[in-house]
Each structure stands twice: as C-alpha cells, then as structure tokens.
C-alpha cells in the first residue's frame, strides 16, 4: 500500500459515524447529529425510515427517532450503504467505470441481502452494506496502478481467471487484502471486513457467522456475474454456482427467487444510492 498513489476518500461524515459506532457510549442524539450535518444523507435516512420497509411509513420526522425506531445497526448499515458510494476518486482511471462498478457492487449487496432473507440470516441489510463495499480494493489498485492494471484485466479475460488471481501476478496482491486494509484503516464493522477481504477465499478460522456472511457475498457475486449485472473487471467465476448455494443452503426454488429478482431490485434501488448521477 505504499505505493498506491489514489486512495478514494471516504466523505468526511462517514468517517465521523463510523467512529461513533465503534463508541460503546455513543447515543441516538450523537448519530443523529452527525447525519443531519449532511442533507442528502439526512434525507435518505429520513426517506428509508419512512419506507414500508420499517413499517413506519410517514411517521418519521426527526433523525433521533429515526435512530431510535430503526436501531443503530439498521443506521450504520444504511449510513455506510449511502456514503461509500460517494467516495471521491482521485485520478479515477478508465479501466473500471465508476458507474458499472457501483452498479455490480449493488448488485452484489441486493443479491446477498435477498439470500439473507431467504436462508434466515439475522441481518440482512449488513449484507447490503458489504456487497456495496466487498470490491472497493479494485478502485484503490486501479487508480493506483492504471498501466499495470489494464495488464491485470487483460490477462484474466485471456486466462479466464478471476481478476484476483492476475493481480497476485502482476502487482503482488489481490483486491481482497488491499480492501481488508482499507476497511480496518476506517474501522469498519468487522464482519464486513471479513467480507471485503475473504469473499473469494472463505477461511476457516473466521466465525461461523462472519464465513456464513462471506459466503453469502461470494454467492451474490457469482450471480451477478451470470446476469451480467454492472461490471467490476471481468466476469469470470472459478467455482460453481451450485456448490456456493450448497455451501449457503440456499434451495433451487430460492435461488430461483433471487435471480429473477435481481436486475428489477438493483434498477429500483439504483436511484436511492445516485448510481448513474453525476457524484
């Protein structure tokens, strides 16, 4: 990581929040003012609250009790879904469009959040918010390394190789463990650090839950690519869908479900997070 020249930039209230949540004495009030000093996030949050989703449909009017109503976990997932998504890239390269990356990641968080749903995972909206971050390593090496990573996607698509492969080849490291570092510079949540740094290779010394929740990742991500959902560097998939659903517990009739969900579901919640509007 010391030569990666372009890190993307987290908007300063993610990072404000992020803090907050790793605050065992934090309180509704403390997040909720933290929200309200940015007005698209404040009006997302406000917006989601009201959202059928919740049940409490036009009954929301503050932040704090929006906070309160939703808890902290549906506020810190929903918070960090909305802003890195917003992240500013210095020296975006071509090689990975912002607007197809986002629109993969997102396809992967709503994948993984309706496999969630159909297996019993406790919270699903975490799922949302590591789908959107599990990729964000390639922005990082990309930026960083545009000629050498242009080298990478070309030598996947040759290879028919997922992209993390070539990348050990040509710069030395993978996607996931430059993402894992991102992700504990920013003391993000931990299970969704296990996602962005092992959602293509689950260990077995992670919990049940956080390889439970990684595998979940894995799976949406492989779906996405089948559907051709967004595009984050290549298309490739190195196992079976079918053994990943095993692994998961997910059904035929569920995955079913899900995969003819997908493209309507990201369509929809492409707007709520602005992608493909100008940043």
């Known amino acids: ?10 908007p300063q209230v993610s990072s ?32 989601q609250a009201n959202s059928p989703f919740y049940g409490f449909s036009g009954r929301i009017a503050s932040l ?10 549906a506020i810190k997932n929903l918070a960090i879904s909305f802003s890195v998504t917003k992240m500013s890239r210095t020296g975006a390269s071509t090689i990975l469009s912002s607007e197809k990356f986002w629109e993969h990641s997102l396809g992967v968080g709503v994948g ?8 019993g995972y406790p919270c699903p909206e975490e799922l949302l918010a590591a789908g959107l971050v599990h990729d964000t390593g390639k922005l990082i090496l990309s930026d960083s390394f545009p000629k050498e990573y242009q080298k990478v996607v070309k030598e ?3 290879r028919r190789e997922e992209l993390y492969q070539p990348e050990k080849r040509v710069l030395g490291g993978s996607h996931d463990d430059v993402g894992g570092w991102f992700t504990r510079k920013h003391r993000f949540p931990d299970v969704l650090m296990a996602c962005v740094q092992y959602h293509h290779t689950p260990r077995s010394e992670l919990s049940d839950a956080f390889n439970n929740a990684v595998k979940i990742i894995h799976l ?18 190195s196992e079976t869908v079918e053994n990943t659903c095993n692994q998961v517990g997910l059904t035929d009739e569920a995955r079913k479900r899900v995969t003819e969900s997908l493209i309507a579901e990201v369509a929809a919640t492409k707007e709520f997070y602005g992608i493909g509007t100008a940043h």
Do not use: T, Y
């Open 1 to 10: 990581m010391k030569k990666a020249r372009n890190i993307p930039v987290l």
């Open 156 to 158: 996947a698509e040759e």
């Open 16 to 47: 404000k929040l992020l803090a907050v949540f790793n605050d065992s004495g934090a309180e509704a009030k403390d997040v909720g003012k933290i929200i309200e000093s940015d007005q698209s996030l404040a009006a997302q949050v406000l917006k």
């Open 220 to 237: 949406a991500d492989q779906l996405c690519k089948l559907q051709g959902i967004g595009w984050a560097g290549g298309n490739v998939c």
């Open 64 to 73: 704090k009790h929006a906070v309160v109503l939703m808890g902290f976990s």
């Open 112 to 119: 993984a959040r309706a496999i969630g749903k159909e297996i």
